[in-house]
C-alpha cells in the first residue's frame, strides 16, 4: 500500500505538477525505489495475511516449464519493443534533421 502511494504520488506530480516539478517528481520515484527492498523483508518480518515471497525455489515440478517459458517470452517481447521504439527514436531524428536542413 505505501508504494502504490508513491508511485501514485509521482504519476500525480508528471502529470499536474506544473513547471519545475520533474525534479521532484524524480526525488519521489527515487525515494520509491529505495522503498522496495524495505517493503520486501517487511513482508517477511511482520508475517500476517501476505503469502510467502519465496515462489521460485517452491516451485512445483509441474510448473517449471511454463514459468521459464513465460520468463523468456517477456524477455524477447522486452527486446521486440525496445528495438521498435530505437527504430522510432532513429526516424524521429532523420526527420528532425530533414527539417532544420530545409530552414537552412
Avoid at 34 to 50: D, E, K, L, Q
Avoid at 70 to 98: C, I, W, Y
Wanted: net charge neutral.
Amino acid at each position: 500500500m505505501l508504494l502504490e502511494l508513491i508511485f501514485v504520488a509521482y504519476l500525480l506530480l508528471r502529470k499536474y505538477g506544473g513547471a519545475g516539478s520533474e525534479k521532484l517528481a524524480a526525488a519521489v520515484a527515487l525515494f520509491g525505489m529505495a522503498v522496495v527492498p524495505f517493503v520486501y523483508y517487511a513482508v517477511n518480518i511482520w508475517r500476517t495475511i501476505h503469502p510467502n515471497t519465496n515462489v521460485i525455489p517452491s516451485l512445483q515440478a509441474g510448473m517449471a516449464i511454463p514459468f521459464w517459458f513465460s520468463v523468456v517470452t517477456f524477455l524477447l517481447f522486452f527486446l521486440v519493443l525496445l528495438a521498435l521504439r530505437a527504430r522510432l527514436e532513429r526516424l524521429r531524428t532523420d526527420l528532425d534533421d530533414l527539417y532544420r536542413a530545409e530552414e537552412s
